[in-house]
């Protein structure tokens, strides 16, 4: 289940999006100030962040910018009645991946968050742990207990197509065909 982080100072908003998220499956975690919002955001790890801009004691701004720099890289779905260019442009600028302008469409926004978190779990899959190992696959490094593991090319390969198709009984044939290619002839 995927927790969505909702950061809006007006409580009847706040009410209303938290209800329609949980009512789509997610986990919710509100905060009704930019503080609470941070702090929440650090220690809770959301899927995806909903985040207003004009909030009281820190603004959604300075939070997506903090948030960046702390190198979290989910989602955020800026929600504003600030609908000017230069603002649009700068919640981008600082990280956000999308910026909504009040009033919005409930529907357009659960399938906005939705195709975010759908993204952000096709990303995922590119890492793999097993055991004590994790093998990052757009990386391409192979770690256990923190320390890489030096793979030839084709080793990395060859435990790259294990770990994908993890489960499968797989032939000599399909092996060789997907590590080695279909011009090899192995004798």
Do not use: H
């Amino acid at each position: 289940m995927e927790t969505i982080l909702i950061v809006e100072d007006d409580p009847t908003m706040l009410r209303g999006l938290k209800d329609n998220f949980e009512f789509k499956g997610y986990k919710v975690v509100t905060a009704s100030d930019g503080e609470k919002g941070l702090n929440a955001a650090l220690s809770a790890k959301p899927d995806l962040i909903l985040l207003d801009i004009m909030l009281p004691k820190v603004n959604g701004y300075e939070i997506c910018r903090l948030l960046r720099e702390a190198k979290l890289e989910m989602p955020i779905i800026m929600l504003t009645a600030k609908g000017e260019e230069s603002d649009i442009v700068l919640g981008l600028n600082l990280g956000a991946d999308d910026y909504v302008t009040k009033p919005f469409s409930i529907k357009e926004l659960l399938a906005r968050a939705a195709a975010f978190l759908r993204r952000a779990k096709n990303q995922q899959q590119d890492i793999y742990e097993f055991g004590d190992c994790i093998l990052d696959i757009p990386a391409r490094k192979l770690t256990r207990k923190g320390k890489e593991i030096e793979l030839s090319p084709r080793e990395f390969d060859l435990l790259e197509f294990f770990v994908k198709k993890q489960g499968r009984a797989l032939t000599r044939d399909e092996i060789l065909n997907a590590v080695w290619g279909y011009d090899c002839i192995v004798t």
